[in-house]
């Protein structure tokens, strides 16, 4: 298996993207010989303007991991709908047993979420959210839930195209 080799000149990588951790994670694999260390890495990036992603990466150092885990999240970037720093509508998102509730909020709330979820939300862009996560804590199954209700946000616009009205029509 080829080893990973990090480059140097993504190291001072300046395209807009804020980045988090969410968890590093130390995992063991038996062999015959001890075990083999390595660290398991789960991070998010997002351009703060609605489009976010998610990765993860497992290497033998911690920076190789995080680095992996990183340019896995720019991978998978995808677009979601925000109004006014907030989410459209209300919406439910599942993953395994996590499951987790996403209400909009007027401005000046803040983030009102937990810990991997608090992390989605300020690299996606959103400044004002209500969220509550049931279920598993799992961050993994947490991220992917996260991710799983944001897929579910439409717009005013593309329900009245769904149902061929205009957008008056449907707040009529």
């Known amino acids: 298996m080829a080893k990973f080799q990090p480059k140097v000149a993504d190291e001072g990588r300046d395209d807009g993207m804020r980045e988090k951790m969410i968890q590093v994670n130390r995992v063991t694999k038996v062999v015959k010989g001890g075990r083999i260390m390595a660290f398991a890495t789960l991070t998010v990036v997002g351009d703060g303007d609605g489009r976010v992603g998610m990765g993860k990466g497992k290497a033998r150092e911690v920076p190789v991991s995080v680095q992996k885990a990183m340019e896995s999240a720019r991978r998978g970037l ?3 709908p925000l109004r006014n720093g907030t989410v459209p509508h209300n919406a439910t998102g599942e993953h395994g047993a996590a499951k987790v509730l996403l209400a909009p909020a007027p401005a000046g709330t803040g983030i009102i979420a937990g810990g991997p979820m608090r992390a989605v939300f300020e690299v996606l862009g959103i400044t004002d959210i209500v969220a509550k996560s049931l279920g598993s804590s799992n961050p993994y199954n947490m991220v992917r839930a996260t ?3 944001l897929s579910r946000m439409t717009t005013a616009s593309q329900v009245a195209a769904k149902r061929g009205l205009t ?4 707040f009529n």
């Open 167 to 170: 957008i008056e029509q449907i």
């Open 78 to 80: 995808v677009k979601i």
């Open 147 to 149: 991710f799983d209700a």
